[in-house]
């Protein structure tokens, strides 16, 4: 009776352990699955046909160039909980530093003096030195038409053209969580092909 009971034992321990290899190796070709499959929006590139860029965005958020809506590129999610927002001026002070000094500081004061825009942080540099890029980052919240909006906005000087491209992210107060990486991978994502 012994050897019977030590060999069911042995029998049972075999089972639980091939069972337990033929669970490891499921749950290493479902990891192994999920990161050659990955789940989540299929994200497409956009050029604009106004301005010179190309953007990734989600392929099921609306990329409208027509300026029809606003003066700007608009990218934005299908319930309209988030938008990134991309245009381009001309200033002849941009194509020197004293000038890009100016601009930076006009730029600055009209966040501030805005009683619609709380800034929480505002950052620029006019390129002095050939290593540093000339432009500006700002951050905030901002209130229109008794709505609550958290954004981001980036301005990058085309030196030698005297141009300043913006893109600007702008998520509903509510939707921060669900929407802040989509917003700031589309505004990583622009590709400029002239400044």
């Excluded at 909006?149 to 969580?177: D, H, T, Y």
Aim: aromatic share 10%; charged share 20%.
């Amino acid at each position: 009776m012994v050897i019977i009971m030590t060999t069911t034992k042995e029998a049972i321990s075999k089972e639980w352990l091939w069972g337990a290899v033929g669970l490891a190796v499921v749950a290493v070709g479902w990891l192994v699955w999920v990161q050659l499959h990955p789940t989540g929006p299929k994200w497409v590139t956009s050029t604009s046909r106004v301005y010179n860029y190309q953007i990734d965005h989600p392929a099921d958020w609306t990329f409208d160039d027509s300026q029809q809506t606003f003066p700007t590129d608009v990218i934005a999610s299908p319930d309209g909980m988030a938008m990134v927002f991309v245009s381009t001026l001309s200033d002849a002070r941009l194509t020197d530093v004293e000038g890009r000094k100016v601009v930076l500081q006009t730029i600055e004061e009209t966040f501030r003096d805005d009683p619609n825009h709380t800034v929480e942080f505002f950052d620029s540099s006019p390129g002095t030195t050939p290593d540093v890029k000339s432009g500006y980052a700002v951050a905030g919240s901002y209130s229109e038409n008794d709505q609550e909006w958290r954004f981001k906005e980036i301005g990058g000087f085309g030196e030698q053209s005297g141009m300043l491209v913006v893109i600007r992210g702008n998520i509903l107060q509510g939707a921060v969580n669900q929407y802040r990486y989509v917003v700031d991978k589309i505004t990583e994502s622009i590709n400029l092909t002239s400044t």
